[in-house]
């Protein structure tokens, strides 16, 4: 049997990287998905997944696109029972005190309110499922320290934080809430963040103790893990994936 089979999941951010494996990793084990993103690009992943899929456009940090794309699960699917909080930003890079206030707002409200609403809004449903698994994309940027982007780091610190209190919340009430903490993933994001330059790249790579970058794939895996039941005894956790970046 299919480790998601009967199970309904929303994917923020599903357009790309991360999200796009997952949303496809989770429909390969049955699931049917909820894409959401902001661009078309969730569209090509739910086309992607089939008649079990159903892509929505959602910008996270609005309030009323949230609730909108928890509710468009429920009226598709009539329950859910996964939320893979993963859409999220990296932001303009520069010095905390050369960061602009705009920059600031836009990380924080994508990347940690974002997950808020998420979860804000997609808790009554799920505990209507009967329980189910709520996955915080975070970063090892919410464990350690990284110069350059204090807003990111902000954010996904605070997103570990959030993923606690809530974990202790619902423990009782078969809701687990988990973070994952990616490392130096192949994904835009990193792309961008290089731009493109060989020597950047490199850098990047000599990060990881592995010697190369993370897999979208990788990151996925362990997403599909915390949804399945065989996570049934974790929440609270932040769980690195990141090739022994932050064991230095």
């Known amino acids: 049997m ?13 357009g790309s990287g991360i999200g796009r494996a997952t949303a496809l990793r989770f429909a390969q084990e049955g699931a049917r998905v909820v894409v959401g993103g902001l661009t078309s690009a969730e569209d090509a992943t739910a086309a992607e997944i089939g008649e079990r899929a ?4 959602v910008d996270v940090s609005d309030a009323t696109q949230v609730e909108a794309l928890v509710e468009a699960a429920r009226s598709r699917f009539g329950r859910l029972d ?5 859409a999220g930003m990296e932001g303009e890079q520069g010095s905390t005190a050369n960061c602009t206030l705009e920059n600031f707002d836009r990380v ?18 799920l505990l209507e499922s009967g329980g ?4 915080n994309n975070a970063s090892v940027a919410g464990l350690v320290g990284f110069p350059g982007v204090a ?9 570990i934080q959030l993923t606690r209190a809530a974990a202790l919340e619902y423990a009782t009430r078969g809701l687990r809430v988990n973070a994952i903490c990616p490392g130096v993933i192949d994904t835009p994001m990193i792309q961008r963040f290089t731009q493109g330059n060989a ?12 010697g190369r970058l993370g897999t979208p794939d990788e990151v996925a895996a362990l997403a599909l893990f915390l949804a399945s039941d065989e996570s049934s005894f974790m929440t609270g956790t932040a769980l690195p994936v990141d090739g022994g970046l932050v064991a230095r």
Not at 82 to 86: A, D, H, T
Not at 108 to 119: K, S
């Open 151 to 159: 807003a990111y780091c902000a954010s996904k610190g605070g997103v």
């Open 82 to 86: 996964v939320l893979f909080n993963n």
């Open 199 to 210: 020597a950047a790249m490199a850098q990047m790579t000599a990060m990881e103790p592995v």
């Open 54 to 57: 159903l892509a929505v456009r």
């Open 2 to 14: 299919a480790r998601l089979e009967g199970k309904v999941a929303i994917v923020t951010g599903g």
């Open 132 to 135: 189910g698994s709520i996955i």
């Open 108 to 125: 924080i409200a994508v990347n940690l309110r974002g997950v808020f609403l998420g979860m804000k809004y997609a808790i009554p449903l």
